[in-house]
């Protein structure tokens, strides 16, 4: 592997992790992780992606974080800069949020969100 980065691009709680590490081991695939990307969608402009990791794509940014994989696709990393991924169980869904702050705004439904690219440089100076 390269050189070790002074930052993760993204951090999990316990919940998101446990779930993560849920996943992988309940995959009836030979799955290392989970891969985590942005795509154009929504009505708020950009939705997250998710899909197990069968096979890691070169450029992907690996991140080990409490036992769990995640793989952030390249084109994601500055939207993702900071990014807390936490797993809720709540009364009427349970799911992966997102604590994004290049998050600009949000639609009513949560499904989507407008993001702006992070300043790489203002990450690495304060790490």
Sequence with gaps: MG???KFQVMTLTDAAAE???ELVE???KDVLGLRVGIKKGGCAGMEYTMELVEEAKAGDDVIENKGARLYVDP???LFLLGTEMDF???KF???FIFKNPNEVSACGCGESVSLQAADPSAVSAGA
Aim: aromatic share 0%; hydrophobic share 35%.
């Design 3 to 5: 050189a070790a980065r």
């Design 19 to 21: 779930r993560v590490r």
């Design 26 to 28: 309940n995959s009836d």
């Design 75 to 77: 084109s994601a990393v």
């Design 88 to 90: 809720e169980v709540t």
């Design 93 to 95: 869904r349970s799911g």
